[in-house]
């Protein structure tokens, strides 16, 4: 649960670097550049972990576009992903916009899917995925990979920093690390 982490870092071990993170962002942004020179383009943080890469993100991109955020999770306050819930909806009209959805981790990409097909449903004129990380183990076959990513992977591992977070801390990490060992009780975390 939330408390469980209170004291101290966690048996973790650093796996990206913020100077890769940082190269990974320039990436992305120079990757997304083409959709926000086209005009109408909002990007959509998914939050609380997507947080982190849309500053990040929006920091290093030029021109005009604006920002929104919503907040649906499978976890509220767990570490194991459940049913989907709506925390937030999106608040700007995503009718005839480019909107490029953020988010921290591709991992089963089931919340990432949910918001893209919330925004087709809101009319967007185009919807594009950008993620943080990928993690190595295999989304659901009908699940559809992000468009854009940092070109950066995590191992099958619990992993935070970067927006990403272990019982509801160390999201302001500037690098991504993950735990050694799962801790041995009932709700340890099954992934990022």
Request: charged share 20%; with cysteine; net charge negative.
């Amino acid at each position: 649960m939330n408390g469980a982490l209170t004291t101290g870092f966690p048996d973790a071990e650093e796996i990206i670097s913020a100077t890769d993170i940082a190269k990974g962002f320039e990436r992305l942004a120079s990757d997304i550049q083409p959709l926000v020179d086209n005009g109408n383009c909002i990007l959509l943080g998914v939050m609380t972990g997507g947080l982190y890469p849309l500053i990040r993100l929006a920091d290093r991109l030029q021109g005009d576009f604006l920002i929104d955020y919503c907040h649906a999770t499978r976890y509220v306050g767990e570490t194991r992903g459940g049913r989907l819930q709506w925390l937030e909806t999106p608040h700007l009209s995503m009718a005839n916009q480019t909107v490029v959805i953020v988010d921290d981790i591709f991992d089963e990409g089931l919340t990432l899917q949910a918001v893209a097909d919330y925004c087709r449903q809101a009319g967007a004129f185009r919807v594009a995925t950008a993620v943080m990380l990928v993690k190595e183990r295999q989304s659901a076959a009908d699940i559809a990979a992000p468009d854009f990513t940092t070109g950066l992977t995590v191992p099958d591992r619990y992993v935070f920093g970067c927006g990403m977070d272990i019982y509801g801390r160390w999201r302001h990490l500037p690098a991504i690390y993950a735990l050694q060992e799962l801790p041995r009780t009932e709700d340890a975390p099954d992934h990022g």
